[in-house]
């Protein structure tokens, strides 16, 4: 069955799976890896993407992330297009470089978060790159030594991952470690790897137990998460399409929405749109990016129209506080 629609809003906790294509190899050496790593911290750091896990491999590589302002799919777009340049370029070869489509897990967070990063950051050990959590803790191209303090990486917010684990770094640093050691013994590749009824509600005897009981539980295979969190987020991605059903709806509420902004500001459209920096210019252009993304689901760029800027003009509104 073919995998329905992505759902995303800013915010959004995801894990992120990449595979090169036929199971090729997506880095070839230390300088793949630095590039690699590097676009990933920049888009995070322009778009407001959270990073929490990674584990670069050879041939795929796994990140456990919650999306910024642009959304999932643009931040995704960027650094799987822009590095695929770089890596034909430099090993001049032609063709894609991934699989055609990454796959992405929506995860409810309270119940997945310490087990999926355990999960990604285990996974080098696993496939043989490193043999022990000491070796992990200084392997450069997983974010498990970003938690240990051995590598930096301004991007990750390791701050975020600690939190779980204890409220004073060395408290939070040793019960992490100890967890991770736990979840070495545990194969958690089939729960963490996908959504769906049967990873959601913990295993098939689960599911049946439920069934025996008369109760059902909604599902998706594009979501890890209780019935309830199932709900959640199918209404939501429901709600932003209904207003993404129609472009000429679409564009009907923009110039509604900026027509009474306008009208309470006692400008006129012409004047928000004429580049002028002055007055209150600024924070409605502000107000109305906020809106136009966040609350509609607008483009970028299509912001940009709107509010007579640039596409970097609507990014920068957007990452100041």
């Known amino acids: 069955m073919p995998r329905g629609p992505r759902l995303d809003a800013p915010g959004t906790l995801h894990h992120v799976m990449i595979r090169g294509i036929e199971k090729g190899n997506i880095v070839r050496d230390d300088a793949d890896r630095r590039d690699f790593l590097r676009r990933m911290g920049e ?26 302002t642009t959304g999932l799919s643009t931040y995704m777009r960027r650094l799987l297009s822009g590095y695929a340049q770089y890596f034909n370029r430099r090993h001049k070869r032609v063709g894609h470089l991934f699989q055609n489509r990454y796959k992405s897990i929506i995860c409810e967070e309270e119940a997945y978060f310490d087990k999926l990063v355990a ?26 030594a970003v938690i240990m303090g051995k590598v930096r990486h ?25 967890f991770v050691e736990e979840e070495m013994s545990i ?20 599911v ?30 429901e709600d932003r399409k209904e207003l993404s059903l129609s472009a000429e709806k679409q564009s009907k509420l923009l110039y509604e929405t900026i027509d009474q902004a ?39 760029a299509e912001t940009a129209r709107q509010l007579g800027v640039t596409t970097n003009a609507v990014s920068f509104m957007l990452k100041r506080k």
């Open 43 to 68: 888009l995070a750091k322009e778009s407001r993407t959270s990073l929490y896990a990674f584990a670069l491999m050879t041939n795929h590589a796994h990140i456990l992330l919650k999306s910024g």
């Open 119 to 144: 999960y990604i950051h285990l996974n080098p050990i696993r496939a043989g790159l490193v043999e022990t959590l000491q070796q992990l803790s200084s392997y450069t191209w997983c974010g498990h």
């Open 154 to 178: 301004d991007w990750m917010d390791r701050d975020y991952v600690l939190q779980f684990f204890g409220s004073r770094e060395g408290e939070a640093r040793r019960s992490y470690i100890a």
């Open 187 to 206: 194969d958690r590749e089939k729960e963490l790897s996908g959504g769906g009824l049967i990873r959601s509600q913990g295993g098939w005897s689960k």
């Open 208 to 237: 049946q137990s439920m069934r025996k009981k008369g109760k059902n539980a909604l599902s998706d295979e594009r979501i890890l998460g209780s019935d309830a969190f199932v709900g959640d987020m199918l209404k939501e991605a």
């Open 262 to 300: 306008c009208r309470d500001a006692g400008i006129t459209t012409t004047f928000l749109r004429s580049g002028s920096r002055g007055g209150l210019l600024p924070s409605l252009r502000k107000r109305l990016a906020e809106k136009f993304v966040y609350e509609y689901g607008v483009s970028l």
